[in-house]
């Protein structure tokens, strides 16, 4: 999975509506309020361990993380219509929007 | 305030402690280097660098790209440290970085982050009403300035170059310096005016 | 947010409501000596390669809820680092006594 990125800049993304807690043990670095939520990809930050394998001590194969740039306001029905929220997205989490 | 650690807490600490002495896996003495080590960190890196990169925009560029090279290219030790990464404040755009997940912050350059950056409010507050985290704190940005919040969740440590105060022109980089706080580094002020 | 969306996990606090009106309190006190212990605890064990931070995280999101939200900052990192000791076999259970 450390091939070349899946997204370029600008690509239209949707973060998957995933809830890995639900089903048992995990560690997950995609903040509840993205998920199933589109945003735009800023740009690649390079390759990184999975940390979802890493909190478990598992071989953790590199994987692609994302900047990715969301709207606030439809993700909280408040705030101005320009400002942004900025997360840190692993690819196995991003799917074409 | 941050309540102090309850006395069962500093026990068990003391029995950790001895239990990973017994099997010879630390000394006290190790943690106590590693301790110093990481008291050293302060947010006077951070400023230094933000100072260097209004003067020179080589540096400047350097920063914006690589986070940990620059602060390597002014002496600080980054080996192991997670990448860094550089967010440039403008007329129409301000950063704010949070890691509502756990702490995550700059701590090479930044030093140990502060209660506030780790407390509940501000790990749930930044994100969803930045603006009046922002208020609440004395600073009142305009419509026409794009609120970015940066949720520091992965690989990365984020800090924030915040604009030049104007009436700065011909300071020196020490001079300078002394106008970007902390605060300005994680993007709840901004630096101070001249 | 819609009254379906799953309960985020407990660490998971971005935008909840519990905390809406709660101040930012200006808390500028640096940590304490048994803070800084715990810190550099933590950093020499994963120089040593006996834990990654992504398991200091698992092991601080398991912590039950009432706990995770009345304990202090490190006190939650050094539950999580005995777990994860033990866990290992580094250390005995006895520790915990």
């Known amino acids: 999975m450390s091939d070349a990125p899946r997204f370029a800049p600008g690509a239209a993304v949707r973060v998957k509506d995933d809830w890995p807690e639900r089903r048992g043990p995990c560690h997950i670095r995609t903040p509840h309020y993205i998920r199933g939520r589109r945003g735009t990809v800023v740009r690649p930050l390079g390759a990184f361990a999975n940390p979802e394998d890493l909190a478990f001590a598992r071989p953790a194969p590199k994987r692609t993380l994302y900047h990715v740039l969301f709207e606030q306001e439809p993700i909280w029905h408040e705030g101005k219509p320009a400002d942004t929220i900025m997360v840190e997205v692993f690819e196995h989490w991003l799917e074409e929007a | 305030m941050a309540a102090p650690p309850r ?144 949720d520091s969740t992965a690989d990365y440590r984020w800090m924030v170059l915040p604009m030049r105060p104007a009436g700065t022109e011909g300071w020196d980089e020490a001079r300078l310096a002394s106008l970007v706080t902390r605060d300005a580094l994680v993007g709840v002020a901004v630096a101070k005016p001249a | 947010m819609s009254d379906d969306t799953p309960i985020p996990a407990t660490h998971d606090i971005g ?83």
């Open chain 2, 7 to 150: 006395p069962e807490s500093l026990a068990l600490l003391d029995r950790l402690m001895a239990a990973l002495e017994a099997k010879g896996i630390v000394t006290e003495a190790e943690i106590a280097e590693r301790q110093a080590n990481t008291d050293k960190a302060s947010p006077e890196t951070g400023a230094r660098m933000v100072a260097k990169a209004w003067t020179d925009p080589a540096y400047r560029q350097l920063l914006l790209t690589d986070g940990k090279a620059a602060a390597e290219a002014m002496g600080v030790s980054m080996a192991g440290a997670p990448p860094l990464g550089v967010l440039e404040n403008t007329p129409t755009r301000h950063h704010l970085v949070v890691c509502t997940l756990c702490s995550c912050y700059p701590r090479a350059v930044l030093g140990y982050p502060p209660n506030w950056y780790k407390s509940f409010a501000y790990r749930s507050r930044a994100v969803r009403e930045p603006r009046a985290v922002l208020a609440e704190w004395g600073l009142n940005l305009p419509d026409s300035v794009e609120v970015r919040v940066v």
């Open chain 3, 15 to 97: 935008g909840l409501a519990r905390f809406h009106c709660t101040p930012v309190e200006h808390d500028e006190v640096p940590p304490d000596g048994f803070g800084r212990k715990v810190d550099a605890l933590r950093q020499v064990l994963a120089q040593k390669g006996l834990m990654t931070v992504d398991e200091l995280r698992r092991g601080i999101e398991g912590i039950p809820e009432a706990e995770y939200f009345a304990l202090g900052y490190y006190e939650r990192w050094l539950r999580s680092i005995t777990a994860l000791m033990i866990e290992k076999g580094h250390v005995q259970k006895d520790v915990l006594e």
